[in-house]
């Protein structure tokens, strides 16, 4: 199984970032997918969740009405379109499918 992130970097406080996650060697089709994040000093915590037909979504009340989590089962990639970034969206951006991780794409908004 392999979870690769991109799309992460460096943007001004009110910008935006598309992350992307390419999934390989599981039925993407059948898996729930998330989006988590990480800042220093701080626990992961749950960003985004896309269920595996894409007709559900649930988004923490942090990024509620900014975040949007979508899907292409036909490319197996999560996306996360990032707008209205805060330098509080500062963190290591995982994807998630069960019980398997990415590695992790830093995102930085600078104030």
């Known amino acids: 199984v392999q979870l690769v992130e991109s799309g992460g970097g460096l943007v001004q406080s009110g910008g935006s970032l598309r992350l992307s996650c390419a999934a390989s060697?599981?039925?993407?089709?059948?898996?729930?997918m998330s989006w988590y994040r990480q800042a220093p000093g701080k626990e992961r915590e749950l960003v985004a969740h896309i269920s595996s037909a894409g007709g559900s979504t649930n988004y923490a009340d942090s990024v509620k009405g900014r975040f949007i989590i979508s899907r292409d089962n036909a490319k197996n990639t999560v996306y996360l379109q990032m707008n209205s970034l805060k330098p509080e969206d500062t963190a290591v951006y995982y994807c998630?499918?069960?019980?398997?991780w990415g590695q992790g794409t830093q995102v930085t908004v600078s104030s």
């Open positions: 998630r499918a069960l019980a398997w």
């Open positions: 060697g599981f039925t993407f089709s059948s898996a729930a």
